[in-house]
Nanobody, 118 residues
Framework: QVQLVESGGGLVQPGGSLRLSCAASGIVFRLLTMGWYRQGQGKQRELVATITTSGNTNYADSVKGRFTISRDNAKNTVYLQMNSLKPEDTAVYYC????????????WGQGTQVTVSS
């Protein structure tokens, strides 16, 4: 049974930082490219960052240089360090395996809300 538990969200002022965590179970975590996704209100879910099994990372242009994805295979956990946050980063953030087509992912955790506002 797949379980993804995201945490670390909250309310932060523009320019602030947050670190998100996602604990995974029920998947062979160490063999999967993992990703962080987000969904703003009234918007489609989008891929924010990915990390391969060997630690190679990739980022959406909108977060490049501000966000850092990392993973700890011993803990089955993936992280997202978010710096220089902007109001447009406000969204519910989810982790999951990477898929080039989000619609093929049929299980999501509850997500963690990030709100960037003064």
């Amino acid at each position: 049974q797949v379980q993804l538990v995201e945490s670390g969200g909250g309310l932060v002022q523009p320019g602030g930082s947050l670190r998100l965590s996602c604990a995974a179970s029920g998947i062979v975590f160490r063999l999967l490219t993992m990703g962080w996704y987000r969904q703003g209100q009234g918007k489609q879910r989008e891929l924010v960052a990915t990390i391969t099994t060997s630690g190679n990372t990739n980022y959406a242009d909108s977060v490049k240089g501000r966000f850092t994805i990392s993973r700890d295979n011993a803990k089955n956990t993936v992280y997202l360090q978010m710096n220089s946050l902007k109001p447009e980063d406000t969204a519910v953030y989810y982790c999951n395996r990477f898929s080039p087509s989000i619609s093929t992912i049929n299980y999501w955790g509850q997500g963690t809300q990030v709100t960037v506002s003064s």
